[in-house]
């Protein structure tokens, strides 16, 4: 079922070529109304202050497309648990997100939980995020690249699931 609900969930810009539903949290209004400027009514609300907000808001609205992240967001929470906090709170969600500077650890954390948009606080511009919000609406083939990505995970996880039933069934035989 999940599946099916990422599936329509992506398809709907393909067929019905809608622009995302966009918020930014990087503690940087300045950053939200420039984005708005260039890229007109697709932003909504200021710039989220601390993650705290940014938890309520897509607890309150789950048709959120893209998320633009910081990930020295002001907050209780560290970056992996932030991070799990919101693909919890809606696992459709794409995420944009800005590191204050190279970091593997997190790079890999963040990549392993889906979000492979991103982007390094010193070398990142309004033109590159706006260029990637482009392909992210009109590129079909990335959408099924990341659409793709989950449903392999889900069998994967599906199978794997099934194999220790299995395996409970026979040693409950067993004993």
Not at 62 to 90: A, R
Not at 146 to 155: A, F, R, S, V, Y
Not at 156 to 162: A, D, G, P, V
């Amino acid at each position: 079922m999940e599946n099916e609900e990422r599936y329509n969930h992506l398809n709907k810009y393909l067929k019905k070529k809608e622009k995302m539903k966009i918020i930014t949290a990087l503690g940087n209004e300045n950053f939200n109304k420039k984005l708005k400027e260039k890229y007109l009514k697709n932003v909504y609300g200021n710039d989220i202050q601390y993650q705290e907000a940014v938890i309520e808001i897509i607890e309150k609205n789950q048709d959120i497309d893209l998320l633009i992240l910081s990930s020295i967001l002001p907050g209780e929470l560290n970056i992996y648990e932030f991070i799990n906090l919101l693909k919890y709170k809606n696992s459709k969600m794409e995420i944009i997100i800005i590191l204050e500077k190279k970091n593997v650890k997190i790079e890999e954390f963040i990549i392993a939980k889906g979000i492979n948009n991103i982007y390094y606080n010193n070398s990142t511009n309004l033109n590159q995020i706006i260029e990637k919000i482009n392909e992210l609406e009109n590129n079909e083939n990335y959408k099924e690249k990341i659409l793709n990505k989950i449903i392999e995970k889900n069998k994967i996880k599906y199978l794997i699931n099934n194999l220790i039933k299995k395996i409970i069934i026979k040693i409950n035989k067993i004993l």
